[in-house]
Nanobody
Framework: QVQLVESGGGSVQAGGSLRLSCAAS????????TGWFRQATGKEREFVAA????????YYTDSVKGRFTISRDSAKNTVFLQMNSLKPEDTAVYYC????????????????WGQGTQVTVSS
């Protein structure tokens, strides 16, 4: 069993930065691949970034490449999403998700989800 809690969301102007955190509780989190997803109002949930359980691999959706960075601190059981050069179209609720021994952009493969944190970017 893994519990995930996101934090770090907020309101920023375009061009600003935010750092989201996903704190995990439960044993063996180091064996879980983790993904970030987002859902804007009236839109479907979409994949943002993923990191493998060993942090050797990362993957991003095209729209955030070069602006967002996913990382993990295994000692703290935390995964981060550093978001720079934010745009109004990045406005959404951001969710982290975890799945054991998975490294995938597919939401269906993630078993555990956090409650989400709101990110609002104004122009």
């Amino acid at each position: 069993q893994v519990q995930l809690v996101e934090s770090g969301g907020g309101s920023v102007q375009a061009g600003g930065s935010l750092r989201l955190s996903c704190a995990a509780s439960g044993r063996s989190f180091s064996t879980y691949g983790t993904g970030w997803f987002r859902q804007a109002t009236g839109k479907e949930r979409e994949f943002v970034a993923a990191i493998s359980w060993g942090a050797n691999n990362t993957y991003y959706t095209d729209s955030v490449k070069g602006r967002f960075t996913i990382s993990r601190d295994s000692a703290k059981n935390t995964v981060f999403l550093q978001m720079n050069s934010l745009k109004p179209e990045d406005t959404a609720v951001y969710y982290c998700a975890a799945a054991r021994f998975r490294f995938t952009p597919s939401a269906a493969e993630y078993r555990y989800w956090g409650q989400g944190t709101q990110v609002t970017v104004s122009s």
